[in-house]
C-alpha cells in the first residue's frame, strides 16, 4: 500500500462558525483570523494505492459553482486535484474509487464537473465508483432546512444517475470493518448523519482521515466544536471517544482542513487528550 496527500485547494471559513460557542480570544491562539475573522482552511484529500484501486477520500469543493459563490469563500493557493495527481504520478481517469467521508459541498463537490458543453453534470472520475452509505444520502437527498446550503444537488444526484453509486454497510457499534474498501470506518452523527472517518493500516500505523470530527488540531479541547455540526452535544462524545482510542493507540491523525498542521497525534494529559507531535505527509507516507 502507498499513500498520498491530495491538495485540492485552499479557502476561508469564519473563524466564529469554526469553533461555535468558543471565544475568539481562545481559539485565535491555535487559529489566527484575518482582519475580517477569516481562518485558513484546507481540503487535503487522501490517494491510497493498492493493488489495482487508486482510492481517493474526498474531492474538495471542485470547479463548477459561480464565481459569487467561490467569493464567499476567499480561495488561495494554486493547489488543485489535477496539479496534486499529477505530481504523484496519476491522473483522474486512473481513480477507482471516491470515497466521500460525507456529502457536504466543500468535500465532494470536485466529484462531478460540467459536461464538455455545460448543459448538464458527468463525473469528474469516470472509471471510479463513489462511495455514500444509505443513512447518510438520504440525509443529504432530503435535507434539513439548517444543512441545505451545504447539500447541493448538482454535487450529489449526477453521482446516482451514472450508476456508478456503491453504499458501505453500516456498523452494529461505531466501527465498522469494511473488506471491499480494506479499512476500518468510524461513524460519527455529530457533524452529519453518518460521516465516515477511514482508519487506514499503514505500516503498523493506523492513519485515520479526521474529516469534520476533527477539523484542525485547533479542535482538540472537548468544547471546540463547529457552529456548523448539527447535534453539537453529540460531537463531543463522538470526539471523546475517538481521542481517548487516538490517544491509547497512538493513531495518526490526518488533518483534511488545517491549512498547516498536516499529521498530528495525541497524547493523554491533565486537560484531557492534547497535541503530542506534528508532522508533514512525507515524514509518515
Same mark, same amino acid.
Given at each position: 500500500?502507498?499513500?498520498?496527500?491530495?491538495?485540492?485547494?485552499?479557502?476561508?471559513?469564519?473563524?466564529?462558525?469554526?469553533?461555535?460557542?468558543?471565544?475568539?480570544?481562545?481559539?485565535?491562539?491555535?487559529?489566527?483570523?484575518?482582519?475580517?475573522?477569516?481562518?485558513?482552511?484546507?481540503?487535503?484529500?487522501?490517494?491510497?494505492?493498492?493493488?489495482?484501486?487508486?482510492?481517493?477520500?474526498?474531492?474538495?469543493?471542485?470547479?463548477?459553482?459561480?464565481?459569487?459563490?467561490?467569493?464567499?469563500?476567499?480561495?488561495?493557493?494554486?493547489?488543485?486535484?489535477?496539479?496534486?495527481?499529477?505530481?504523484?504520478?496519476?491522473?483522474?481517469?486512473?481513480?477507482?474509487?471516491?470515497?466521500?467521508?460525507?456529502?457536504?459541498?466543500?468535500?465532494?463537490?470536485?466529484?462531478?464537473?460540467?459536461?464538455?458543453?455545460?448543459?448538464?453534470?458527468?463525473?469528474?472520475?469516470?472509471?471510479? &465508483?463513489?462511495?455514500? *452509505?444509505?443513512?447518510?444520502?438520504?440525509?443529504? =437527498?432530503?435535507?434539513?432546512? #439548517?444543512? @441545505?446550503?451545504? %447539500?447541493?444537488?448538482?454535487?450529489?444526484?449526477?453521482?446516482?444517475?451514472?450508476?456508478?453509486?456503491?453504499?458501505?454497510?453500516?456498523?452494529?457499534?461505531?466501527?465498522?470493518?469494511?473488506?471491499?474498501?480494506?479499512?476500518?470506518?468510524?461513524?460519527?452523527?455529530?457533524?452529519?448523519?453518518?460521516?465516515?472517518?477511514?482508519?487506514?493500516?499503514?505500516?503498523?500505523?493506523?492513519?485515520?482521515?479526521?474529516?469534520?470530527?476533527?477539523?484542525?488540531?485547533?479542535?482538540?479541547?472537548?468544547?471546540?466544536?463547529?457552529?456548523?455540526?448539527?447535534?453539537?452535544?453529540?460531537?463531543?462524545?463522538?470526539?471523546?471517544?475517538?481521542?481517548?482510542?487516538?490517544?491509547?493507540?497512538?493513531?495518526?491523525?490526518?488533518?483534511? &482542513?488545517?491549512?498547516? *498542521?498536516?499529521?498530528?497525534?495525541?497524547?493523554? =494529559?491533565?486537560?484531557?487528550? #492534547?497535541? @503530542?507531535?506534528? %508532522?508533514?505527509?512525507?515524514?509518515?507516507?
Amino acid at each position: 500500500m502507498k499513500l498520498y496527500p491530495i491538495n485540492a485547494g485552499n479557502f476561508k471559513l469564519d473563524g466564529g462558525a469554526m469553533f461555535g460557542v468558543v471565544p475568539k480570544s481562545l481559539w485565535t491562539r491555535t487559529n489566527p483570523a484575518d482582519a475580517n475573522n477569516m481562518i485558513d482552511i484546507a481540503a487535503r484529500c487522501l490517494l491510497i494505492e493498492e493493488g489495482d484501486r487508486l482510492i481517493l477520500i474526498d474531492t474538495g469543493m471542485g470547479n463548477k459553482q459561480s464565481e459569487k459563490f467561490y467569493g464567499y469563500y476567499h480561495l488561495w493557493g494554486d493547489d488543485t486535484i489535477d496539479k496534486s495527481l499529477k505530481a504523484n504520478g496519476f491522473h483522474r481517469d486512473d481513480i477507482t474509487d471516491v470515497f466521500m467521508t460525507h456529502l457536504h459541498f466543500d468535500h465532494c463537490g470536485g466529484s462531478i464537473q460540467w459536461n464538455k458543453d455545460k448543459t448538464g453534470y458527468e463525473p469528474a472520475f469516470k472509471n471510479a &465508483h463513489f462511495w455514500s *452509505n444509505k443513512n447518510h444520502w438520504k440525509w443529504a =437527498t432530503q435535507p434539513n432546512r #439548517r444543512e @441545505k446550503a451545504s %447539500f447541493l444537488k448538482e454535487n450529489i444526484l449526477p453521482m446516482e444517475a451514472s450508476g456508478h453509486l456503491k453504499f458501505t454497510a453500516l456498523p452494529e457499534l461505531d466501527i465498522l470493518k469494511d473488506s471491499e474498501l480494506g479499512f476500518n470506518i468510524f461513524f460519527a452523527n455529530g457533524h452529519t448523519e453518518k460521516q465516515m472517518i477511514p482508519m487506514i493500516q499503514y505500516q503498523g500505523k493506523t492513519i485515520c482521515f479526521m474529516a469534520d470530527l476533527l477539523p484542525t488540531a485547533g479542535h482538540l479541547p472537548l468544547p471546540f466544536v463547529m457552529g456548523y455540526d448539527t447535534r453539537p452535544l453529540l460531537t463531543l462524545d463522538e470526539k471523546e471517544r475517538f481521542l481517548n482510542l487516538a490517544a491509547d493507540n497512538d493513531y495518526y491523525l490526518f488533518l483534511e &482542513h488545517d491549512a498547516h *498542521n498536516e499529521i498530528i497525534t495525541v497524547q493523554h =494529559t491533565e486537560k484531557g487528550v #492534547r497535541l @503530542k507531535d506534528t %508532522f508533514k505527509t512525507q515524514d509518515i507516507f
